[in-house]
């Protein structure tokens, strides 16, 4: 795995438009392939994980055609999809693994899935436990816990599902099954996670019903294609946000991103700290909020605290927001943040450990972190522990660091972020 080596920026400047956004690439791929006719993806995301979506359904028969500027689907309907003659390798995609199960479940043959060796680590038991619920033959390695997993799809009845933890992975997979169910699935979560599938359905022609944290779905609807723009991806002009943030004489504006309020709570963190953020040219595109943003550098930051509540809206943005931290006065805590140990990487020990190295004082706990500020960061070797947004955390943290830090494993960037080196460098001329 390679290697990047960066120094001290004196300040950003300029106007770039992020990567497509990956949660809504992977939708609009799975939607429009069980659908019936043609569909149009403009913006979507070419980066590894969206592109396992795209290999799969292709290996379970849909005709997907990438022209470049367009994807186009031919879909044939919620069972218009076959046997895969091979296992489905879903590569580092948490995100393709968990809501391809949930429309394998309703379709009647056999699949298995499987992936990287991090995917292969992370937790299979939240989507098999209320997919067998609904009738689903399915099982995983390690008595269900990790994929491989393995499908004989069936017709599914309806559930009513209590989710334990908030995750739009678990919803959407369930979501995705309701479509194959007889009658109408429910499910709540305990806080709201990204609702890009639940704002997806209806306009491909799904009957669901949203009232805060409920969510209801019809079985048996039949989706049609349509065309869908992908937005910018908020997650990935993160880096970029706290980047112009930390840096004195920074002016920058990220335009074209998403900024759907389920997503965007590094926002509302980084505003209660003191930074200068502002939101432009406010618009919808396919039914997702979307604006420029433009931030400025050099205010003074405060430490905040984050909890369980808030976390499902910053969820992504875990590392970006740590290394943000280290350059604000006080103490910052963020707690209720188990789920961060089940990402690519376990994030809490990946922050706890590189930062340590960069010398800042951070106390781990099983279900967080604190990190005292501010801290005066030096340039050194860091590991990214394969995983995209370590690797971009740190890469940001370099910015700001006296010395050169190293950063090792950088080629996992590519999972969501091509060209991200690319587009820091032209900020930072
Ligand atoms: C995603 C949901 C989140 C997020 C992931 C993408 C999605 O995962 O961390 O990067 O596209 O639904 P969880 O559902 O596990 O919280």
Redesign the pocket.
């Known amino acids: 795995m390679e290697r990047i080596e960066l120094k001290k920026a004196e300040r950003l400047r300029g106007e770039i438009s992020p990567p497509p956004d990956?949660?809504?690439s992977?939708?609009a791929v799975i939607l429009s392939s069980i659908s019936k006719g043609r569909s149009v993806i403009r913006n979507f995301l070419r980066a590894e994980d969206p592109v396992s979506t795209i290999n799969a359904f292709r290996a379970l028969g849909v005709d997907i055609d990438d022209r470049g500027s367009e994807i186009i689907i031919n879909g044939n309907g919620i069972h218009g999809i076959r046997e895969p003659n091979d296992v489905i390798d879903c590569g580092n995609s948490?995100?393709t693994i968990?809501?391809l199960s949930g429309v394998l479940s309703g379709n009647p043959f056999f699949s298995v899935l499987t992936g990287d060796k991090s995917l292969r680590s992370r937790p299979m038991y939240?989507i098999i436990n209320p997919l067998r619920l609904m009738g689903a033959d399915i099982m995983a390695r390690a008595e269900d816990r990790y994929p491989p997993v393995a499908i004989k799809g069936r017709r599914l009845k309806a559930i009513k599902y209590d989710m334990p933890?908030?995750?739009?992975?678990?919803?959407?997979s369930i979501l995705l099954a309701g479509l194959y169910a007889d009658g109408e699935t429910e499910i709540t979560e305990p806080a709201k996670?990204?609702d890009?599938?639940e704002r997806m359905l209806p306009a491909f022609g799904a009957e669901i019903k949203v009232d805060g944290l409920n969510v209801k779905i019809k079985g048996g609807t039949e989706l049609r294609g349509r065309e869908i723009d992908v937005p910018g991806d908020f997650?990935s002009a993160a880096f970029f946000i706290v980047a112009a943030l930390l840096i004195k004489d920074s002016d920058i504006t990220i335009k074209g991103v998403g900024i759907n309020p389920t997503r965007t709570g590094l926002i509302n963190a980084l505003k209660a700290m003191g930074a200068e953020i502002e939101l432009l040219n406010i618009r919808d595109v396919s039914g997702e909020p979307v604006a420029d943003i433009h931030c400025r550098g050099g205010a003074a930051l405060k430490a905040i605290s984050i909890s369980r509540e808030e976390l499902?809206s910053l969820?992504?943005e875990f590392p970006i927001l740590c290394i943000a931290a280290t350059q604000a006065n006080g103490i910052t805590t963020i707690r209720g943040a188990e789920?961060l140990r089940?990402?690519?990487s376990d994030r809490i020990k990946a922050m706890t450990m590189e930062l340590r190295k960069m010398g800042v004082e951070i106390e781990e706990f099983s279900d967080g972190l604190s990190i005292r500020g501010k801290a005066d960061l030096r340039g050194t070797t860091v590991e990214s522990y394969g995983d995209h947004?370590i690797a971009m955390a740190f890469s940001i943290a370099a910015l700001v660091a006296d010395g050169v830090t190293t950063i090792n494993g950088v080629s996992s960037v590519n999972i969501?972020f091509p060209g991200f080196f690319e587009i820091l460098r032209g900020l930072t001329a």
């Open positions: 990956k949660s809504i992977h939708r948490g995100t968990r809501l939240r933890i908030a995750s739009a992975q678990v919803k959407s996670s990204r890009h599938t997650s499902p969820i992504d789920e089940l990402k690519e947004r969501s």
